[in-house]
């Protein structure tokens, strides 16, 4: 073996047992790891989603008079080198509850399409249409002018 590979492998060893040498840390607060991630934007954009599916849920269970569920999730990536500098970044999901729709009920027709009405109801002869609700009133007329 060349004098600079073991030169490289006595330095890699070295640097190992300095590694294993090292006094236990201990862990530190996940939140102040999370205020530094990726230049303080995780933390500053989860805490703007967190918000917005506050609002949401908000709003939805008061529309429903119900519980409504919705969800946040963190997904941190790491990629860490030999020389010990860790890549991160990260991915936010957010789950709002669907809003609440209303149900309604169409016909097909033999061909495919939709309708309101059903072709395989009989129509009644005699029956007028009733007026639309929605409808202007007509003005009324005045006698004796």
């Not at 330095?11 to 236990?24: L, M, N, P, T």
């Not at 209303?102 to 249409?129: D, H, K, V, W």
């Amino acid at each position: 073996m060349s004098k600079s590979k073991l030169i490289e492998r006595d330095e890699r060893e070295e640097e190992a047992e300095r590694r294993e040498r090292q006094v236990e840390e201990g862990a530190r607060a996940f939140s102040r790891f999370f205020e530094l991630l990726c230049e303080g934007d995780a933390h500053a954009h989860a805490s703007e989603e967190l918000n917005k599916l506050g609002i949401v849920l908000q709003k939805e269970s008061l529309a429903r008079d119900a519980e409504v569920k919705g969800s946040l999730s963190i997904t941190i990536k790491f990629t860490a080198s030999p020389r010990g500098v860790v890549a991160t970044n990260y991915e936010l999901k957010s789950k709002h509850p669907a809003p609440k729709t209303t149900a309604g009920t169409l016909f097909l027709t033999p061909g495919g399409n939709f309708s309101t009405e059903s072709y395989r109801q009989p129509t009644l002869p005699g029956i007028r249409a009733v007026k639309d609700v929605h409808e202007a009133p007509r003005a009324a007329k005045v006698v004796g002018e």
